[in-house]
């Protein structure tokens, strides 16, 4: 488990990069890299039992991204088809199937997502109908829509499959259940009789991912293959239903919290490209005399880039703590105990919208102030937009899920006010809601985003209550003020951002050497101060600040950046990304991003020739007007 | 001139979709493209001389759009390489360049960006030494990153290249001038000796363009090769001042404007995709026996894409009013008037970056409200944002721009405080600086903006000269403000955006049917309304708005998204692109996304067989334990 020793694996990184070959060429080269970094990945992952799963699943995440620029198409086999057996097998099925799993005998995925629905898992329309004669499922796809479409090495990769499907049983239906397919010949490869397979096209990113589409015209598979742990069909066709549904929620939990920690990562890369070449770069000349200036002293320049420094920071803290929840709650929920999972539940609805939003925003910006030079592949800026943009959407859509968190939020305002009582993260909503004072300090800020929250809730409860008064049925009441709802869930999630930064910054700050916790406190101020000043709506409207008050934290935003600046390229160095890493020509360590960017374009194939056969073929004639 | 008689042309539409190349088929494919489709313009335009320029450049666009879904590498050969013949070259220079040019005998392009400078001209490090011995120039790059960098077409198309560098003559420096430099043998094709040429690799976007690196070694062109229409230089190396620099402003303004109309087109067809989609997605089941709604029918959805409609529009309008000032500037600057150059200039210092920061932002949004599909790129979501991103940087990086217009604005509102009159579009800074009222009308709001910009640039202006109080220089007083100076300049671009938007629509509009008349200016409440809430924090310190206002703008913004939604498929219907510029699965007129997301999945080269060769070679014996 060395990343230097994984990462000077021949033909790991010394390939043509990515983005000069054609898409076939990215799948094959893809699955030559795979095959290569698995194989030691295995026999690496043997000699390092004791390592926990979380840190295995780091440095897989971290070496890959250095590797594939992107990712593997075996990556569901282990992040989807591998847990759901386990999570979703009964004991038979899980000593079966992951025997042949784990040593990769055969390489799975996991079919949910259709043409036709994604996030809205009710709406899935494959069909597994159970025959009691014959003891088997049909799987079929009774319309184009209920093709399944996007699973990871789906299209040419994997030979198992783990499919969604809807389980009818006489005629009855009885929900989304987890079937175990067979999908290609173990000898061939071919794709087995009733099975349609193939690849869904180019994308914005993962394409040596190999995600495909699945569709089935009455394929047969045994009793045996659907996933049982749960819910059971008995041989006579007797269904037999699962314990509590909720207990699933756990898994989407743990999804969620690893984006939100994946975000921080992706951010702290961006950041470290841009921040390190606008230490080199240098352009105008505001004082005649003097040379021309880093464009990192340019305070707009650092307007656009230490906040990137500061989220990542606030990100990670957050998912961290996030993760002791998470393992505290799971203990809970092992041992029967469910209370705790709604507020959870709620806030990772809030949490993964957004970190994605901020995340790709500022990454995007990262990308921006590289200029020209940052549409450039070879920076990898905007692969890794690419990339984190994806987590806008899959595990659950960022609207969607605010709109999740918001019904958990209205649910417990309103209890509140019948006086139930408030948990947890959702305390705080018991407080005042006004703010008395505002003195300007950290926590009088923290606080008043807080006060922002209950305000924002309360008052659309207020709205929906008002349009239902107007005769709108409770659904469209709800569609009516959706806009509010998701302003409401991100005032939430807001001030449980701020709030978990800076308390947990406090907390490891505090064994720090004092020169170390300064700076480190001083991203806190700056992120906290740079959120009142994005949302100084919200604090004109709920707490009670002033003209003057909006000018002093402006001034004290501007001073901030100079304080940080000294520290700028350190506390990007501290991500402490390898080169390979960061995989880009202008973000590495030596600072030589003009002649980086110059041997990089020197492997782009077309530079391999000084005339390219087209200028005989057709540019010679069109200019001599003999075409 | 018809769009279909060109689109259906053999060769141009009917090929393996770009996204499956190589990097170097993708060159060579739109070379055969471009030759194609300019022998047939040729032929075209002929037939056409009446039609005036910016018909033919409109035209260009949208079917270059459609054929490469990027652009050609013959694209600067008429949009830079001609024009700045025509307006740098003396009238010998033109008969010959143009005559060669016009025919395309050769191919040109032009290349002032450098690896190390881009938006920053005084910076460029190309030298052009004048040899008075031989009367010859010689061309050199005496550092790495004096490299030219960016020019489309440079790498392998184009065989003649003007080249921005800087004049030096008997020691001195005379600043940045253009010259005709030969590139490539017009026989072979071939770099000319002492010419550094290739490409600069793969980027974001304008994959098919060529773009390319260019470097000197001592390269000699004779004295006749300086394009000396402005600025001359004698055989003896007596250097000739040209007329006022001030004239070359016009052709940065011109093109600004462009990128404003390119901005509004764009958005448009972006907006037409998702906007259509939605229209045939169904997702969720709020009442439980109702079928699942569109997703139009969701207002977060409306909310998402409504206002990228109305912005289309506003950008639209405010191109076209801007062409006219520019085209009564240019008979003014053509008769010396240089009065008005100024306020244009930051006029167009606004617009060119609130135009491309709003419309990519909404561009992305439209992308994002496709859910998972978006990230196709078969719905050509992607691609479009890809381009439309890049003019964030080009013709002027837009922070920097920004600044610029900051300028005008602190020498203009400094020169008012003195009793100098403001002029045109400057003269609202002299009305009143509070808004006596709030009366929630769209006039009274698009005054609020005007107050807004008022204080914002006045506010600045203080700010600045309390800096230079404490001590600092005005450099560095400038450098510490320039965070609100941009925001200075974009409080008067959003004031310009808002009130031309519903200036030149009420014009339109009073000849229009009542029905239409009505969508139409709803649209402009909602762009109204929509920035009031924004920028809901400068209304609240501005403004004299209160909570209740807030309230009530948040309702009508609510009731007009439901206004707006029975005609929105009309709207977009109504920006009238045909199914082969749209390019786009999700978009299409026929509303087929299911079925066109398969059908274009099919043309992904990896499903031309059902099994992949890396299977016997790779995947099989890893899956048996042997590799």
Same mark, same amino acid.
């Given at each position: ?5 994984? $990462? ?47 840190? +295995? ?81 049909? $799987? ?62 180019? +994308? ?293 951002? $701020? ?129």
């Amino acid at each position: 488990m060395d990343e230097q020793k994984v $990462l000077s694996i021949k033909g790991l990184l010394d390939d043509t990069p990515e983005e000069y070959l054609s898409h076939k060429e990215k799948y094959e080269n893809s699955i030559r890299k795979s095959v290569l970094f698995y194989k030691t990945l295995h026999s690496t992952e043997d000699e390092n039992m004791s390592v926990d799963e979380k840190t +295995k699943l780091n440095f897989r995440n971290i070496v890959t991204s250095a590797i594939f620029k992107d990712n593997s198409p075996f990556m569901l086999h282990n992040s989807m088809f591998i847990p759901t057996i386990m999570g979703q097998g009964t004991d038979e099925q899980r000593e079966y199937w992951m025997k042949r799993a784990k040593n990769m005998e055969i390489i799975g995925t996991y079919a949910q997502t259709e043409l036709g629905h994604g996030t809205f898992i009710r709406g899935l329309e494959t069909q597994a109908t159970y025959d009691p004669d014959t003891e088997e499922f049909v $799987l079929h796809s009774p319309v184009l829509s209920s093709y399944k479409w996007w699973p990871g090495g789906l299209a040419h990769t994997a030979n198992y499959c783990i499919v969604m499907a809807r389980l009818y049983i006489k005629g009855k239906s009885h929900g989304i259940h987890p079937f175990m397919v067979q999908i290609r010949d173990e000898e061939t490869h071919m794709p087995l009789p009733g099975i349609k397979l193939g690849e869904i096209g180019a +994308k914005l990113g993962f394409n040596t991912v190999n995600n495909g589409f699945l569709g089935f015209e009455n394929h047969r598979i045994s009793r045996d293959r659907m996933l049982m742990k749960n819910a059971q069909v008995l041989k006579d066709g007797t269904f037999v239903a699962g314990s509590n549904s909720k207990l699933t929620y756990g898994t989407m939990v743990y999804v969620r919290v690893l984006i939100v920690s994946n975000m921080a990562n992706m951010l702290a890369k961006a950041v470290t490209i841009a921040l390190r070449y606008s230490a080199i770069r240098r352009q105008s000349q505001p004082k005649p005399d003097e040379p021309e200036p880093q464009i990192l002293d340019y305070v707009t320049q650092q307007h656009k880039l230490f906040i990137a420094i500061a989220s990542s920071h606030a990100f990670y803290m957050n998912a961290m703590w996030l993760w002791e929840i998470y393992y505290s709650v799971s203990l809970q929920l092992a041992s029967g105990k469910l209370d705790n999972l709604p507020e959870l539940h709620a806030l990772a609805c809030c949490l993964k919208p957004l970190s994605t939003i901020d995340a790709t925003a500022m990454i995007e910006k990262c990308r921006l102030a590289c200029g020209g030079h940052g549409y450039m592949l070879s920076a990898n800026l905007a692969q890794t937009y690419g990339l984190a943009t994806a987590a806008y959407t899959y595990e659950g859509e960022n609207t969607v899920l605010l709109l999740q968190a918001a019904r958990s939020l209205v649910k417990a305002w309103v209890g509140h006010v019948k006086g139930r009582p408030l948990k947890g993260t959702m305390a705080y909503l018991a407080g005042d809601s006004t703010v008395k004072a505002w003195d300007g300090s950290i926590d009088g800020i923290i606080q008043s985003f807080k006060v922002v929250a209950i305000r924002k809730i309360s008052s659309v409860v207020k709205i929906l209550q008002d349009y239902e008064k107007s005769g709108l049925s409770p659904e469209d009441a709800w569609n009516k003020a959706s806009v509010f709802l998701t302003a409401a869930s991100e005032a939430h999630g807001r001030a449980v951002l $701020l709030s978990v930064y800076k308390s947990e910054m406090d907390k490891r700050a505090a064994v720090l050497s004092p020169p170390l916790r300064k700076v480190l406190l001083q991203l806190v101020d700056l992120y906290v101060t740079y959120w009142a000043l994005e949302k100084v709506g919200d604090m004109l409207l709920y707490a009670s600040i002033t003209d003057k008050d909006v000018d002093e934290l402006q001034r004290r935003y501007i001073e901030l950046l100079a304080a940080i600046r000294p520290n700028a390229v350190g506390l990007v160095d501290a991500f402490d990304f390898r080169d390979e890493i960061l995989n880009s020509t202008l973000g590495a360590y030596d600072g030589r991003a003009y002649e980086r960017l110059m041997e990089e374009a020197m492997k782009s194939p077309l530079n391999a020739e000084p005339v390219n056969q087209t200028f005989h073929k057709y540019l010679k004639p069109f200019m001599r007007g003999k075409l």
